[in-house]
């Protein structure tokens, strides 16, 4: 389980995370991947927890980020860059602040 | 009346021509359900559903604390499924009471262990309850080792510390210092209790839970006492509310039993009765079927009441002609009188022994009436300890005014510098394996204007008035009054805890554990 404390309020924090659930959706959509087929391609055990993750419910495991990248075709680099926005916007800010 | 129906029962849908659609309204009702029923039992969470692209349903649980979710419900192209780091992968069927009952074989620790057979049985909704309560600790867990932040948890770590470790000892039985007191539970309030029971023998042990239950107090905001104290709360009061409606219909009509039931109106002894029954709940065991609320009840009532000595509780399956107590889970409100079963639970102060410390004890303050004490088989070896290292006064019990002389004990005490030993008409007596030798030191004689046993009941008295939140154990003849962040926190209290024990002619004794201060200042009124 992922711990991942942010000192913001549980409400801020979700407000993140369905917009990150949002990106993520507009990203698959764009690769022209269903839900069951991302899902196959980022090794979810089930397809429902990519439609819970859209929903803005739970993070993409940091283990994961690179399947998640290439299924969506999008450079990892990049892709961590725009999840951390949503997960972690403390660490975000840190590093690509300013 | 509420009703808890049975668990989630869905069409199985193949993959061929499946037809995938949203959940049923029985197995929505059934989620909320397990969702207010851990509100209600002080578990922060929340829950969120949706429909995937193709239209198959889930429901995840979620902390409210923080929105991450700790357990997955799905069922894809018609087949159930149960997700989440608490249960190590997917468990998949398309039987949903199957899928629970096989996710709790392959979990034994969400099940209480069996002691000894019993065709008694476990309600299906209480599973379900206890599947998401368990998730939901186990994550807790995992995620306080993550967490930077975390003085909560140590808090609760601290917590957990307790009899577990410094006593091997079970808890024995659970009485009320004073008058007797029955606690009338109904069908949701005693599946809540169950529920919360495994949930917290998962989590920490039945014994930290039972002390947990009497003493939820200083765990602060600890996960555990916030749970105990919401159970000790908001559902008895509730339970509170409609009994004595009771009581008057049995009068009236003769229709209805309700055996030397009164309301317990002090927490401590709803809490008491919550720790009795989790004393018991290591024997109960699980199994299959869809019983019914009142066979559910009376099974709890007969296991309580059958359970060998000194766990046996009186308890007994009783009717309320109520409205429906728990309409605040139900859309719809108001729903007609109708007779409801219960289970009423007695906590006595029978079973303890009759002697001169428990007499005292009785004595003390009007407050303490309600309060419970646990009986242990073994003094935890952190309370052992700081009594053998404190105070003691010997020959107390005597009539007439007191002498008190102070003189080193054979060991030198961590606070006190010298112990006391209070004189009495006959010879000095002290406790076992503490014979204090002829003290080098000047003598200090005080007169005392009253009674001994009055003496001691106000330095009781002082000391349970000044100490934030009092726990008793009672070890055979011996009663232990301590502060309960001794317990939960004794490396915090490690230079500023101090005690003081009064000896009885009759072999029994009374001790007190608690900050310095309080006790310097209670033995000040000798």
Sequence with gaps: ?98 | MAQIVSLLRHPRLGRLGRQSQDWSQQELAEFYRVEAALVQAGIRIESERGLTDEGDPWLVFCRAEDGETFIHFARIDGEYLIAGPAYEGVSKGWDFPSLVRDLISRHPTVQPTTRRPSNLFMHPAALLIAVVGTAFFKTSEAKAMDDSDHKADAKRQGGTALLVTTSNAPVSSVHTVGSATTVVMDANQTLNLIATAMALQTQQGVQVAARAAFAPSDLGEGLTPSLLRDVGGTKFDSSASVIPGTNVDAEQNGALVAPAAHVATAAPAELGAWLALTAVLQDLPLAVGTPSIESALASMASLLDTAPEPQRMRAALQYAEVQAMAAQHEATAAAPAAPVPTLAVELSPAALPDVAAVRLMREVDGSLTHQTVVQLEKLPDLLAQIIARGGQLSGVDGEGPSHGVLSPTLEPPLVNEHAITMPASGPVETPAGHDAPASDLPPLHFEQPAGREAIIENAIAYFVANTPNIEIISVQNQVVFYDARVMARPEAFAHNIDSVTYNFSDGSSVSLIGVTQIIHDAQGLH
């Design chain 1, 1 to 98: 389980m992922y711990g991942n404390p942010q000192k913001r309020s549980a409400a801020e924090v979700q407000d993140l995370r369905r917009e990150g659930g949002q990106w993520l959706k507009a990203q698959r959509e764009k690769a022209g991947l269903s839900q069951r087929q991302l899902a196959a391609k980022v090794g979810a055990d089930y397809y429902t927890f990519i439609s819970q993750l859209e929903t803005g419910r739970g993070r993409i495991p940091p283990d994961r980020y690179r399947d998640w990248a290439e299924a969506l075709g999008i450079p990892s680099n990049e892709f961590v860059r725009s999840v951390l926005r949503f997960y972690d916007p403390i660490t975000f800010d840190i590093l690509f602040g300013d």
